[in-house]
């Protein structure tokens, strides 16, 4: 049996009275995509965020390549290779996409004390990564502002690929995207997990879901409701779980048709 990358075990998250987390049980093996799935305030950040570092846990143990693991910070995770592309904070839109891609980490070139940054070889990668991730960039220097919203999740996602993730957390990275530029973030998806990294995708519509995922797991209200394989679980039942079932049986009676 393959020993999952990270493995979070009956995970707790108090914050004062708040139970965010009641007991979440999540793995990411190498080279898959895990769905997490939830409406609104079920705990999907507060567990990712568990899971790179941000919040310790209030009670449950977390591994990583079969061994436990504490993360004091989103550092700690880091160098777990526990990378996370968090929607809003992503990129810097006035820089270029090159800046944005290398982030202050820019190669260096000569020998000390005239070391200066290598433009040219930051240049000739960012646009390499890019472009192996399916986006032609016009030009190294294109501010990152001028991107599409699915072209600037995957500045951020070559970025965490070449910087080493092993393990890719992306919150809701295809809510604030129309249909080409999902495609273009789902395909993206597909070659992250092709590079034998996971990557845990979190998002509340169903179908982004079973485009791209092996596995899914879905949170309702701070409680894992079990994990699903590909094939095994249809797109209704995914939608039915999410919303706790009982509540959309209602509301379709109550509108007479299918929601
Ligand atoms: N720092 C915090 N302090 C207190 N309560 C918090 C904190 N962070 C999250 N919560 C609470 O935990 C619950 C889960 O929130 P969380 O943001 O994890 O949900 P989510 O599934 O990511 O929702 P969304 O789809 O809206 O992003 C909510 O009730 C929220 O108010
Ligand atoms: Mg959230």
Redesign the pocket.
């Known amino acids: 049996m393959a020993v999952p990358i990270v493995e979070m075990i009956d995970i707790q998250?108090h914050?004062?009275h708040?139970i965010?987390?009641s007991g979440v049980s999540f793995s990411v093996m190498p080279g898959e995509c895990h769905c997490l799935l939830?409406?609104?305030?079920?705990?999907?950040?507060?567990?990712i965020?568990t899971m790179a570092g941000v919040?310790a846990p209030t009670h449950g143990e977390m591994k990583v390549n079969g061994e436990t693991a504490h993360f004091a910070n989103p550092r700690d995770a880091m160098s777990a290779g526990i990378a996370t592309v968090y929607q809003d904070l992503a990129v810097i839109p006035l820089m270029s996409v090159s800046r944005n891609f290398w982030m202050g980490r820019e190669p260096e070139r000569g020998v000390w004390p005239f070391r200066t940054i290598d433009f040219k070889m930051a240049d000739r990668v960012a646009m390499q990564e890019m472009s192996h991730m399916g986006i032609n960039l016009r030009e190294p220097e294109q501010a990152v502002g001028t991107l599409s919203g699915g072209e600037r999740q995957t500045v951020a996602i070559a970025r965490a690929v070449y910087f080493g993730a092993k393990v890719l957390i992306l919150?809701?990275p295809t809510s604030a995207l129309g249909v080409r530029q999902t495609a273009n973030v789902l395909a993206t998806i597909d070659q992250v997990r092709k590079k034998g990294i996971g990557v845990v995708f979190?998002t509340?519509n169903v179908r982004h879901a079973m485009a791209v995922g092996d596995r899914f797991t879905v949170?309702n209200r701070?409680k894992t409701l079990g994990t699903a394989d590909r094939g095994k679980i249809s797109a209704d039942e995914l939608q039915n779980l999410m919303a706790g079932g009982q509540e959309l049986a209602q509301l379709e009676s109550s509108l007479g048709g299918t929601v």
């Open positions: 998250k914050f004062g708040i965010a987390l939830g409406d609104n305030g079920a705990g999907k950040s507060t567990f965020k919040h919150d809701e979190i509340h949170l701070g």
